[in-house]
């Protein structure tokens, strides 16, 4: 038990098309006012972004945009500007820095994601570069979540199917847990692992919609990727959803020359996980061979090593007890892993 247990949740989720032209409007019915600063995506001012700024200055608020790229300026200048609140209208490091932002400044966040591509999107934990930890840490949750279905649908493939490998990661990232629960006595909460279980169950039920790019799809996605940061908000942690899977992917990404998306590494460490956990590893690398995310170290993009060397490593870089255990794979285990999953040939 966590006691006390204390529970933050978002207040307010909108999922729909056109919802982005409400972004005003959810602010003002949730008691802000004054000024927003807004951060804008890698794309910039684009017409996502302009209808969340039209809106909110139909609605009276005094708003500052910023779409700069260079995180440390961009987290000054909001820090300098004091705002009542922060808005993201972007990716995923486009919310986790208006999140960071909010979080250190005490005000309110409002998260307008533009594509699916990581459970970021709704939940409490931020990861940015600048922060010097490759895993997440722990901010606030947004205070509302607005997901505009028109302007996800239109973002490329590759972003929602990385979203769906980081949803999928949940079946090993629930038993990593529970493990830690047996062995170690780590505290477990029975509702937020089934529903991180259930998004990833959801998900796979859904895999030729997602697939095939459909709009039903694309809304599963959303409401998958919600309901995970929601059962990190009820955890109080990353547990539920970020297990060994993650920690090979966050190994990748301080191994591999140029990493892929985070939601696609996680997807080839689920299998490989999987395997480990003696859960069926072949279905999930179906899954995401039907959504159209990469399952195996070629269509990563990485090399064989990296793989190997980040299976080594990956209980290394944080101290959360998984299927790796304490000391981690040795290097012909990891290997054969890697083999026996097909993830290198
Ligand atoms: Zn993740």
Redesign the pocket.
Same mark, same amino acid.
């Given at each position: 038990m966590l006691d006390p247990h204390d529970i933050e949740l978002p207040r307010k989720i909108l999922i729909g098309r056109g919802v982005i032209k409400s972004v005003g409007e959810v602010a003002k019915s949730l008691g802000l006012s004054g000024k927003a600063y807004v951060l804008l995506g890698r794309t910039g001012y684009n017409l996502a972004a302009k209808d969340a700024l039209d809106s909110l200055t139909a609605c009276g608020f005094d708003v500052v945009d910023d779409g700069d790229k260079d995180e440390e300026g961009l987290l000054k200048r909001v820090f300098e500007a004091k705002p009542d609140f922060v808005v993201s209208v972007g990716g995923g490091t486009t919310i986790d820095l208006g999140k960071y932002a909010a979080f250190r400044l005490g005000v309110p966040f409002i998260s307008v994601p533009t594509a699916a591509s *990581?459970?970021g999107i709704a939940s409490p934990m931020v990861s940015l570069k600048i922060l010097k930890t490759p895993y997440s840490i722990k901010a606030k949750p947004p205070m509302a979540i607005i997901a505009d279905v028109s302007v996800i649908i239109n973002a490329p493939h590759r972003l929602l199917a990385s979203g769906c490998g980081?949803v999928l990661?949940k079946l090993t990232a629930v038993r990593d847990w529970r493990l830690a629960h047996m062995l170690k006595n780590e505290y477990y909460g029975e509702y937020a692992a089934s529903l991180a279980e259930m998004s990833a169950r959801l998900v796979m039920k859904n895999a030729r919609l997602i697939g095939a790019h459909k709009e039903e799809g694309v809304r599963v996605v959303i409401e998958a990727l919600v309901s995970c940061g929601v059962a990190m908000c009820i955890a109080g942690s990353s547990r539920p /959803?970020?297990g060994s899977e *993650?920690l090979f992917s966050h190994a990748l990404d301080t191994i591999a020359p140029t990493p892929a998306l *985070?939601?696609e590494q /996680?997807g080839v460490g689920t299998i490989m996980m999987a395997y480990l956990h003696g859960i069926d590893w072949r279905k999930i690398k179906k899954v995401l061979k039907v959504i159209g995310a990469p399952t195996t170290a070629k269509e990563l993009g990485i090399e064989d090593e990296f793989i190997i060397r980040a299976l080594v490593e990956a209980h290394r870089i944080r101290p959360r007890y998984t299927i790796l255990g304490d000391t981690g794979l040795t290097w012909e285990a990891a290997e054969k892993l890697a083999r026996v999953t097909e993830v290198i040939e």
């Open positions: *990581h459970d980081d990661a /959803c970020s *993650h *985070h939601g /996680c």
